[in-house]
């Protein structure tokens, strides 16, 4: 009988051990599930459910190459160009690049190119992405009479703009004695850019360096160049970076002889994976609308020379992923 009830006195415990434990874990689920909200306001009690943020460590991990490829300008003042971050490159596009980065735990490699490159390189596997400037819309420069669009997938937009003129109004008079129209012989066109299929009376074809090399060379050297087209923001972040007095700024025109085109960036990839492009529109509808703003943050710290008016779009449009 004394051991029996000994026994019962070890046994009685453990139950009850037991039967507050359970009661504990169903409480617990009931307060996180959102039951037993009017009996927790009516005792006057606050009960609160803390859920650990996820550590980095704990992340799936991803399903993208490493690194990652990406092709950027990386001599274009106010969107990438050479700094000493650990990166070696710094300005808007290379802020929507470290964003994409941490967003999807991947590592990246930044390779230069210019403009009438992105396409060639993303279509024969030197880059996985390509993040410069990369209008979605105009004409194909890999495949002749194609839509850009039609040969690449495009996640974006991100960026908003319009073709411009970097323009010497000093050279625009020495050579035609007049400051009121702008000669589209006298324009020099970048390679590889949207400018190329509708600025067709445009003699001058160089490289977007070589362009705004030829509006700051005196009028004896070199072509007879006294602006050069290409994207607005482009034009007032390289003047602006140089200070050249011979450069006069932005002119815009509109107009039969001189249309202005819209710009929408995106981010170029090769067709193949609509599901892979819209992860990355995922990412960047974060870049434009998630908190702290990190849009407004990459433009001020990158091209806060000019206004951010009508350049941040409302939405990405997953059309262009095909």
């Known amino acids: 009988m004394t051991a029996r009830r000994t026994i019962l006195r070890r046994i009685i415990p453990l139950v009850a051990a037991v039967v507050v434990v359970a009661a504990t874990i169903a409480i617990v689920r009931f307060v996180s599930t959102g039951h037993g909200e009017a009996d927790t306001a009516a ?39 050479p700094s000493s971050t650990p ?15 941490d967003s999807l735990h991947i590592e990246v490699h930044l390779v230069p190119m210019q403009p009438g490159e992105r396409e060639k390189s993303l279509l024969d596997g030197t880059v996985d992405l390509v993040v410069a400037n990369f209008s979605m819309d105009g004409k194909s420069v890999a495949r002749e009479g194609s839509a850009r669009k039609d040969v690449l997938a495009f996640a974006g937009p991100y960026f908003r703009d319009r073709s411009g003129i970097m323009l010497s109004t000093k050279k625009l008079y020495e050579f035609t004695h007049q400051n009121a129209t702008i000669p589209s012989e006298l324009v020099c066109v970048v390679k590889g850019t949207t400018a ?127």
């Open 196 to 322: 190329e299929g509708y600025m067709t009376g445009a003699k001058v074809r160089r490289s977007q360096a070589e362009c705004f090399e030829e509006i700051g060379k005196s009028d004896e050297v070199g072509e007879r160049v006294v602006g050069a087209v290409t994207d607005e923001t482009i034009v007032d972040a390289y003047k602006h970076a140089k200070a050249n007095d011979r450069l006069a700024g932005t002119v815009m025109w509109d107009g039969q002889d001189h249309p202005i085109s819209p710009e929408m960036y995106g981010i170029g990839m090769r067709k193949g994976d609509p599901a892979r492009c819209r992860e990355l529109g995922g990412v960047i509808t974060e870049f434009l609308v998630s908190q702290g703003d990190p849009w407004h943050k990459a433009f001020y710290d990158s091209l806060g020379a000019q206004s951010p008016k009508d350049r941040k779009p409302t939405a990405v449009d997953p059309t262009y992923c095909g």
């Open 43 to 81: 005792s006057g009690q606050s009960t609160a459910v803390v859920r650990q943020p996820t550590s980095a460590a704990a992340l799936p991990p991803s399903s993208w190459a490493s690194p990652v490829r990406i092709g950027i300008n990386g001599s274009l003042p106010g969107w990438s160009y």
């Open 87 to 101: 990166d070696g490159y710094d300005g808007f596009d290379v802020a929507l690049i470290r964003f994409i980065k």
